[in-house]
């Protein structure tokens, strides 16, 4: 893999200056891995496993940036191929690879690094360790290792991707009219995936056939800051595959490499997803929820007060509110703009409104929240901070994440074309003072009554590196990595004893704040409205690449998360995606004319949005019956709590244990300690056959959300979900 003088570069364990014609090997169960000087080698013992093979090119890098107070010297790439031959060490499972300094061809820098390659069980493990003996540089990043030459057909063994809740690539792009989701980089096409963040949100990718796959896993207990990176040379034909690791090494320091674990694995996409899920639980495993959030069917998210200051939610309506979102089935209301400043303003101070109502009224309308059966909660941001605001110029300013140059890293929000925007610093989440404001929130929220609390943004950001001086952090820092993890776990640990029962949600979804996050505000690919659509493409055979939420739910089937339909209304489409992959419902009311659809069934005409900069899609609003509409998200939210042993409460199988055929059905199974589920969705326009059984095991119910009971292999009506439940036989 070629190696990007402008940034990192994609890598393998390296021994350059290996003689050609005596590669070392490493041998066991998963195959034989050889190292020399044009690279790694992989011959897998998996007959339907690609195999690697060295290409010459750099298979590992590492980049320097000048150290803080040494000027503004360019980053320095040291890359495998210009280092002389490492001292190479046998051990009793494998290799160890040392090179004392590294050169750029140049110069040579005090640069210490050692690999480490070992067979594992049925896998291959490559870790190591960077010290910088230098004083004016600083490691930024290491590449590596890159397995090189992968000669692959993704039609038949399609890449899976962590982007989302997943991503299954069958095709490199013909030419460059269209070439989502890859990139162009010189010659080669590249797809990547920064973790932790909404695009990147777990440790591993694979290239899985339905017969065998090689799985690539970083297991890093930290979940630190890296890059899953493939690129694809059209010359060759070939792939290459790598993690690139944002790790500061600072002067003086000597940090282990996160390990890496290559499996060549016989069988279907489940084994690596099982393989990454075994090592997860291996550290640590999700936190648990209370039991009224593990069946929450969804949210009615609702701004109160907009950003221009236009209040469409005062604290006496919430009943109303409630009235509305049980009207769809939904549990909990989110309590999005209820301070002062309305929504994405004055950040991150949330005071009660006294155009609202004030702070008695607020507390009231919780409680009758409550008494009408719902949860609430409250939202504030988890790394906005609005500049020139009292809580800026007094405190935020010392707190905001510090680009190299100085500046701050900011963003800026704009919800009408009539009044101004805002601009932000983002929270560096090491400070302590961030820490203590984002755990008073939370508190403040179980004060007031509130059943959690969402941060939003959270779970968006990939890592941000950080050179403020003043913060209680190393010089330079990488952010919104392990600090943001630590912080959320902190604030749950804290809120678990003022109030077992209270949550923390985030916007988006990764990984790495599973043992904090108990229910997220979707907002990744395979949360959004498009999803419906793509999954029913995906099952008339449509060549391109696929949404493939499966990879989330099937290693992580315990995960809540609602979609994102930032409109008044959930179509039957999407309603039925959410219950068949488990996810949970949401519907938005953002503006003015949202409120008056869900209060007076006024269909909104596009003028009623006015100088609004995002509009919900009003054509999609307009087409639909209100009532309708509304009542069948009811329908499939209740069918989905009914049944929620299996669906919200059980394991999600995918297609394990059961055999299906069915053209445009989707057919998932569901899990439980006595039961067996699967759920159909026929996406299609035409009512569908299928036929469909489970081994060892006595069929017990169907039904469907509109009818509690059906003939089980009756056809499917046009766009219907239903739900056959098997008892399990004791064997």
């Not at 191929?81 to 499972?93: E, S």
């Not at 050169?103 to 069980?121: M, P, S």
């Not at 059905?665 to 326009?685: M, P, Q």
């Not at 299928?690 to 003939?711: I, M, Q, R, T």
Request: charged share 20%; with cysteine; proline share 6%.
């Amino acid at each position: 893999m070629t190696v990007a003088k402008t940034g990192m570069a994609l890598v393998v364990l390296a021994f350059a200056g290996l003689a050609a014609d005596a590669p070392v090997c490493v041998t066991g169960a998963a195959g034989e891995l050889r190292v020399e000087a044009a690279g790694l080698s992989l011959t897998p013992a998996a007959a339907a496993c690609p195999a690697s093979e060295a290409t010459g090119e750099p298979y590992w890098a590492v980049v320097l940036e000048a150290a803080p107070g040494m000027g503004d010297a360019a980053d320095v790439i040291l890359e495998s191929q210009a280092q002389p031959p490492p001292k190479v060490k046998r051990t009793g499972d494998g290799l160890e690879l040392g090179y004392r300094s590294l050169t750029d061809g140049k110069a040579v820098y005090q640069i210490a690094l050692a690999l480490t390659v070992r067979a594992a069980g049925d896998a291959f493990e490559i870790g190591g360790t960077i010290r910088n003996g230098t004083k004016a540089w600083v490691v930024k990043g290491f590449t590596g290792p890159v397995f090189n030459g992968i000669r692959t057909d993704l039609s038949k063994t399609p890449l899976l991707m962590p982007s989302g809740f997943g991503w299954r690539v069958n095709r490199v792009p013909a030419d460059d009219k269209n070439l989502k989701p890859w990139a162009r980089s010189g010659n080669n096409l590249t797809l990547a995936a920064p973790y932790p963040s909404a695009q990147g949100t777990m440790q591993w990718f694979a290239f899985a056939g339905d017969a065998g796959g090689l799985y690539f896993g970083s297991h890093d207990p930290r979940f630190g800051a890296k890059t899953l990176s493939v690129r694809y040379d059209p010359e060759r034909k070939t792939f290459g595959a790598a993690f690139q690791h944002q790790v500061f090494v600072r002067p003086g320091e000597r940090v282990a490499l996160p390990p890496m674990t290559v499996m060549p694995y016989a069988g279907d996409w489940h084994v690596g997803a099982r393989r990454y899920r075994a090592w997860v639980d291996s550290v640590g495993k999700p936190i648990g929820k209370p039991a009224w959030a593990q069946t929450a069917t969804g949210w009615l998210l609702a701004i109160l007060k907009q950003q221009n200051g236009d209040v469409m939610w005062p604290y006496n309506t919430l009943d109303k509110l409630s009235e509305v979102a049980e009207a769809r089935g939904l549990d909990i209301i989110g309590l999005f703009g209820w301070g002062y400043g309305g929504h994405d303003h004055l950040y991150p101070d949330y005071n009660p409104c006294p155009v609202m109502g004030g702070e008695q009224a607020l507390r009231e309308g919780i409680r009758q929240a409550h008494v009408r059966g719902k949860r609430v909660v409250l939202y504030a941001n988890g790394q906005l901070e609005e500049r020139g605001t009292a809580y800026w110029t007094t405190t935020g300013q010392h707190l905001a994440v510090t680009r190299k140059d100085g500046g701050t890293v900011q963003e800026f929000w704009h919800k009408y074309g009539n009044t101004p925007g805002y601009h932000f610093d983002i929270g560096c989440q090491a400070t302590k003072g961030w820490r203590e404001r984002m755990l008073s929130l939370a508190i403040q929220a179980s004060d007031f009554g509130a059943d959690g609390i969402l941060y939003d943004q959270l779970g968006m950001r990939g890592p941000t590196a950080c050179y403020a001086a003043d913060h209680g952090h190393p010089v330079p820092f990488m952010s919104y990595e392990a600090d943001r993890k630590e912080m959320l776990r902190q604030i749950s640990e804290k809120m678990k004893r003022v109030n077992p029962e209270f949550i923390i949600m985030t916007e988006g979804f990764h990984d790495a704040i599973l043992d904090s996050v108990a229910y997220f505000h979707g907002c990744v690919r395979g949360a959004f409205q498009e999803s419906a659509g793509l999954i029913a493409r995906r099952l008339e055979g449509a060549q391109g690449d696929d949404l493939f939420p499966e990879m989330m739910r099937y290693t992580y089937p315990e995960v809540a998360s609602t979609i994102r339909f930032p409109s008044p209304l959930v179509d039957r489409p999407m309603a039925n995606y959410t219950v068949t992959y488990g996810l949970r419902y949401e519907i938005e009311s953002r503006y003015i004319p949202d409120r008056d659809y869900l209060l007076e069934g006024r269909i909104p005409a596009v003028a009623d949005y006015g100088v609004v900069l995002s509009k919900p899609d009003i054509g999609l609003v307009r087409s639909l019956p209100p009532q309708a509409t509304a009542e069948y998200l009811k329908r499939a939210a209740l069918f989905q709590k009914r049944n929620s042993g299996l669906l919200m409460a059980g394991t999600f199988t995918d297609s394990e244990g059961f055999s299906f055929s069915g053209a445009g059905i989707v057919a998932k199974g569901y899990c439980s300690a006595d039961a067996f589920g699967v759920l159909l969705w026929n996406t299609t326009d035409k009512p569908a056959a299928f036929s469909l059984s489970v081994p060892k095991a006595e069929l017990l119910s169907a039904s469907e959300p509109e009818k509690d009971k059906v003939e089980a292999f009756s056809e499917l009506p046009p766009q219907t979900v239903r739900l056959l439940v098997w008892k399990k036989n004791r064997e």
